[in-house]
């Protein structure tokens, strides 16, 4: 976490404004060339006295060489970041951090004041480091006091032990101890009691940094109170599914917006006809209203017309009844047939009527004929009498 906080850093501090690094460039051109001002008028102050002043203009030539390729370098490495920069932010759409700062003067006034603010814990930082010396310098010369203490105690307990061990005798031998081995015995425990403080002091050296370290590891875990790492990792697993699920959902949206947009053409389109619909409807209903007052008077011409053929049923009903048998059709059969035979026989009638005409017109001519060759006969008083009857 540390090395990523420190390359964050870096990024930070290589992230500047084109401007910056030209008013950068430009101070560092304007610091050389003081220096070298500074350098020539110290060869020239060390070598007035000893040889003529040279200067060697190739090396001055060449250095701002170099330094004006650097200064190109740096431009175009900050032109490349700078775009660099700006697809990262267009990508994460953070096109607004582009953009030039509104008000300039109100950020200038808080950045004074953070100024101040950090001068002022700069100087409880410095209050507070000469109280910690104060207590560090105590602390030590406690230490020195029990150290000196301590190892005063361990001389006295080593002449006791030495005084005691010296004279002392062997119970399996019988034999004196020698002055040698009380001596090495005690230089071996003075050895034994120097490795056990150093492997004490390195104990606690190990706890401490171990604490600390725990310590860290704890602040480095907790990101904010309540909050750690762990937690942190889990927080940046769930903000890129939900990324993803935010661009699924994105996606959806242009589609749901693409069906909208369909669906309002479509109703758009839908309330043209409902318009036209309506207007054949107001048409319709004029024309229902027409037919509703044609269908009432129709209604009451029904009614006449009923009444009518209710009064042509009782006139034919009393034909009928008139009529008689004439309503059978066997009856009208025979009466048809005796009418076709009627006039048949009218037919029949007239044919014979002019046949007997005729007859009696031959029968008259004849008749004449015979009454006059019988005039001069001598019975003509017979003829004249059958004449008239005749």
């Given amino acids: ?27 560092s051109v304007s610091s050389v060339s003081e220096r070298d001002r500074s350098d020539t008028s110290g060869q020239i102050g060390r070598r007035v006295g000893s040889a003529a002043v040279t200067i060697n203009r190739d090396e001055y030539l060449q250095a701002y060489r170099d330094l004006a390729f650097d200064r190109n370098q740096l431009l175009i490495k900050n032109s490349l970041l700078h775009r ?22 109100h950020f200038e006034e808080k950045y004074q004041q953070k100024l101040f603010t950090y001068q002022e814990l700069k100087e409880k930082e410095e209050i507070e480091m000469a109280d910690i010396k104060t207590k560090l310098n105590a ?30 005798i062997y119970s399996k031998k019988g034999k004196p101890i020698a002055d040698k081995t009380v001596e090495r015995f005690l230089t071996l425990q003075r050895r034994k009691s120097e490795q056990s403080s150093a492997l004490c002091l390195r104990y606690i050296r190990a706890r401490n940094a171990v604490t600390e370290l725990e310590s860290i590891v704890r602040k480095l875990e907790m990101i904010a109170p309540g909050l750690n790492v762990a937690q942190y990792e889990q927080l940046q697993i769930d903000k890129q599914n939900y990324l993803s699920k935010i661009e699924e959902r994105d996606d959806e949206l242009i589609k749901n917006r693409t069906n909208c947009t369909e669906h309002n053409q479509m109703l758009a389109h839908i309330r043209e006809k409902m318009h036209h619909t309506d207007e ?22 029904l009614g006449h017309i009923k009444s009518k053929r209710d009064k042509l049923r009782w006139s034919l009903e009393a034909e009928r009844i008139k009529a008689g048998l004439l309503t059978r059709r066997d009856l009208l059969r025979d009466y048809q047939n005796a009418g076709d035979e009627v006039v048949r026989l009218r037919e029949k009638k007239k044919i014979l009527e002019n046949q007997i005409k005729k007859t009696t017109a031959q029968l008259r001519e004849a008749r004449k004929r015979m009454l006059l060759e019988t005039c001069s006969v001598d019975n003509t008083e017979d003829a004249l009498i059958v004449c008239p009857n005749f």
């Avoid at 964050?8 to 430009?26: C, H, I, L, M, N």
């Avoid at 660099?84 to 509104?102: D, I, N």
């Avoid at 054949?280 to 011409?301: Q, S, T, Y």
Wanted: aromatic share 6%.
């Fill in 139 to 168: 602390v030590q010369e406690e230490y020195e006091k029990k150290l000196e203490q301590a190892e005063k105690n361990f001389d006295d307990l080593q002449s006791y032990e030495r005084t005691t061990g010296t004279g002392l």
């Fill in 1 to 27: 976490m540390a090395d990523s906080k420190a390359k964050k850093g870096k990024k930070r501090k290589d992230k500047k404004t084109p401007q910056s690094t030209g008013d950068e460039d430009s101070s």
């Fill in 280 to 301: 054949v409807i107001d048409f319709a209903e004029c024309d229902l209203g027409d037919a509703e007052i044609e269908l009432i008077r129709a209604r009451e011409d």
């Fill in 84 to 105: 660099r920069l700006a697809e990262y932010y267009r990508k994460r759409k953070l096109e607004h951090v582009l953009k030039p700062l509104e008000n300039a003067p």
